[in-house]
Antibody, heavy 121, light 112 residues
Framework: EVQLVESGGGLVQPGRSLRLSCAAS????????MHWVRQAPGKGLEWVAS????????AYAGSVRGRFTISRDNAKNSLHLQMNSVRAEDTAFYYC??????????????WGRGTLVTVSS | QSVLTQPPSVSGAPGQRISISCTGTSSNIGAHSDVNWYQQFPGTAPKLLIY???NRPSGVPDRFSGSKSGTSASLAITGLQAEDEATYYCQSYDSSLSGSYVFGTGTKVTVL
């Protein structure tokens, strides 16, 4: 089955760190760029970060640049998001998303179910 | 923050045609970046509905269609059905923001 399954969400205190993971299956993982997209409860979608198939091209939204790090392990079909110095405004559902293309810039054709990150003391 | 503007809500009776607008700028939609549309039901992840302005993935009914002109795009639903009640988001790429993918503000469709 073609799917993306996120894990690692939970409650974290402001200023602390959290690492999200995404397990991919049912498609050739290293043929595609991958993204993280988040959605605060009751709010709209916000792109967070992207990584090309070979990790050569990485980009971040301005709101997380310098605090979050996206990475992938093609041997393990996995995507990660290291979240450091988290803030209350980082509270959201985080979706692992597959790009149609290898370098990105196409469209988001497969979404995981999401994992909830809550930043609160 | 959302760079593409959509109406907060649109409603229509079953069988009617509705349209959702997505307004961008010269650095995203107007810069020849393709527009994609996603459908999201409450409590679930978004799903790709229209890609590259006017293409439907396999399994998406042909009552959904997309178009793009200048700095705007539109999603049309003809023959509106109760199961179409959801929130719809447009998405494109913005060349003025380093490596940035941008989403619309989202439109809640209500079937009367």
């Amino acid at each position: 089955e073609v799917q993306l399954v996120e894990s690692g969400g939970g409650l974290v205190q402001p200023g602390r760190s959290l690492r999200l993971s995404c397990a991919a299956s049912g498609f050739t993982f290293d043929d595609h760029a991958m993204h993280w997209v988040r959605q605060a409860p009751g709010k709209g979608l916000e792109w967070v970060a992207s990584i090309s198939w070979h990790s050569a091209t990485i980009a971040y939204a301005g709101s997380v640049r310098g605090r979050f790090t996206i990475s992938r392990d093609n041997a393990k079909n996995s995507l990660h998001l290291q979240m450091n110095s988290v803030r209350a405004e980082d509270t959201a559902f985080y979706y692992c998303v597959k790009d149609k293309g290898a370098d990105g810039y196409w469209h988001f054709d497969l979404w995981g179910r999401g994992t909830l990150v809550t930043v609160s003391s | 923050q959302s760079v593409l503007t959509q109406p907060p809500s649109v409603s229509g009776a079953p069988g009617q045609r509705i349209s959702i607008s997505c307004t961008g700028t010269s650095s995203n939609i107007g810069a020849h970046s393709d527009v994609n549309w996603y459908q999201q039901f409450p409590g679930t992840a978004p799903k790709l509905l229209i890609y590259d302005n006017n293409n439907r993935p396999s399994g998406v009914p042909d009552r959904f269609s997309g178009s793009k002109s200048g700095t705007s795009a539109s999603l049309a639903i003809t023959g509106l059905q109760a199961e179409d009640e959801a929130t719809y988001y447009c998405q494109s790429y913005d060349s003025s923001l380093s490596g940035s993918y941008v989403f619309g503000t989202g439109t809640k469709v209500t079937v009367l």
